[in-house]
């Protein structure tokens, strides 16, 4: 079976700073790893995801997610956060890259400080 | 071109009443995925279709609910009897034949019974 786990369901950070969303996966397999962005009221969007090919792994809007495998973590950063960044984001589990279910976390609500 | 394309975006039944979700996959994807997000929590998986045939549906419950998506027109997500702990938002993800490393979800159906 495979899990994970966010820690932190709300996060707040001042505009400019670092956003750091952690990620902590369980799985008996190679994982697949996701990130995904919701905003208020609207569908999810990929934001990145982890398929054994490189372990920091960049995605869209400035952010990017380290796979460590020794400390079964797929954190989420970006080195200074924008207002427009404020949204629920969800961190997700797969097998394999085929077509099979995902499993996602609980999410973190990300909040931005003027 | 269109993404996955999910109607109605809000739903309003009263309880007993029946619901009709309505999915229609991106064009060229022929794997679609029902999820459900209840307040607060994350989305929790619960049927995986290819055309005429279910693939996986452990996570529907065992009454009520029931999805198909036919050879012709969108995938539908049934739902039977609503009673007021169905009320979540539902969400649709299609995916391509050879599989994908990241789903395309659609912005989903509010689905609120009184």
């Known amino acids: 079976a495979q899990s994970v786990t966010q820690l932190g369901s709300h996060v707040s950070v001042s505009e400019g700073a670092l956003v750091l969303l952690r990620c902590n996966y369980s799985?008996?397999?190679?994982?697949?790893l996701f990130w995904y962005v919701q905003y208020p009221n609207q569908g999810l969007q990929l934001l990145l995801k982890?398929?054994?090919?490189?372990?920091l792994v960049k995605g869209i809007n400035g952010f990017e997610a380290e796979f460590k495998k020794s400390e079964t973590s797929f954190h989420l950063t970006k080195p200074s956060a924008h207002m427009s960044d404020a949204a629920e984001y969800f961190c997700a589990v797969r097998r394999g890259f085929g077509n099979e279910k995902l499993t996602f976390g609980t999410g973190t609500r990300l909040t931005i400080i003027p | 071109n269109a993404g996955v394309m999910q109607n109605p975006r809000h739903l309003v039944r009263r309880r007993g009443q029946e619901a009709r979700l309505r999915c229609s996959p991106m064009k060229g994807h022929s794997h679609v995925y029902w999820y459900r997000q209840l307040p607060e929590e994350g989305l929790k998986f619960m049927v995986y279709l290819q055309k005429e045939n279910i693939i996986d549906e452990s996570g529907m419950p065992k009454e009520r609910f029931s999805a198909e998506f036919p050879k012709e027109g969108p995938s539908i997500l049934r739902i039977q009897q609503v009673v007021r702990g169905d009320s979540a938002a539902y969400f649709c993800?299609?995916?391509?034949?050879?599989?994908?490393?990241?789903?395309?979800f659609g912005s989903g159906t509010r689905l609120t019974v009184v």
């Open positions: 993800a299609s995916s391509p034949p050879e599989g994908n490393y990241g789903y395309t």
């Open positions: 799985s008996s397999v190679p994982p697949y």
């Open positions: 982890y398929t054994s090919a490189a372990t």
